[in-house]
């Protein structure tokens, strides 16, 4: 089993540009994760879902939007890039609720300049 | 509010040395306490779950206990390889998400 992967490990946008951070898991897991991990504020929540089909915002969700069209991958886009979301961005999923052990991907390093 | 805090910040232990790393929280109703491991560049790894007061649990030189307020991961004689940053997480009061602190770094020189 690959666990959860992350694609791409790295990337460089300019300001105003998008792009899609895909994530999959191959644990059956019903629960997935967004989250942005930056220096002197831990791990934040963007986005979770629940299930295949839905999604839910999580504490610091602006500029991002996400879709879990089927159950294994969950995508997170930036529309229009902005230097503030300069991060290392984590997924995450667990079997049938947050309070399960959530199993982390290895991020994805995003400079936007 | 739901809150998770680590102390300290960051840790330097020689080899061998022993010591405590904490995790206090505020959530109501506790639903499970999480210890992750995460090494520089990588995603966090699942290191113990607690979810009573008493409860314990070790693997290797890690042990963790939780009490009603706070969690201890005890650190037993560490090497160089047990540096990392280490995170503990609660879930909030709705059930919907981990709440993670901002971890400890830990560096063990030899």
């Known amino acids: 089993n690959a666990g959860v992967t992350q694609t791409p490990k790295f990337r460089v946008l300019k300001t105003g540009q998008s792009m899609t951070l895909l994530c999959a898991q191959d644990?059956?897991?019903?629960?997935m994760y967004w989250y942005r991990q930056d220096p002197g504020m831990g791990l934040r929540l963007i986005h979770y879902?629940?299930?295949?089909?839905?999604?839910a915002k999580g504490e610091v969700p602006d500029g991002y939007n996400v879709s879990r069209l089927k159950k294994q991958n969950f995508l997170l886009g930036l529309e229009s890039a902005a230097p503030s979301q300069t991060s290392v961005y984590f997924c995450?999923?667990?079997?049938?609720?947050?309070?399960?052990?959530?199993?982390f991907g290895p991020g994805t390093r995003l400079t936007v300049l | 509010e739901d809150q998770v805090t680590q102390s300290p910040e960051a840790l330097r232990l020689q080899e061998g040395e022993s010591s405590s790393l904490n995790c206090s929280y505020t959530v109501s109703g506790l639903r499970g306490l999480f210890w992750y491991r995460q090494d520089p560049g990588k995603g966090p790894e699942f290191l113990f779950t607690l979810y009573s007061a008493g409860e314990e649990k070790e693997k290797e030189r890690l042990k963790a206990t939780l009490t009603k307020k706070e969690s201890f991961l005890h650190i037993t004689a560490p090497k160089p390889e047990d540096s990392a940053t280490y995170l503990c997480a609660v879930p909030n009061q709705a059930g919907t998400a981990l709440i993670f602190g901002k971890g400890t770094t830990l560096s063990v020189s030899s």
């Open positions: 644990m059956n897991h019903e629960y």
């Open positions: 995450a999923s667990s079997y049938d609720r947050a309070t399960d052990t959530q199993y």
């Open positions: 879902s629940v299930g295949e089909g839905t999604t």
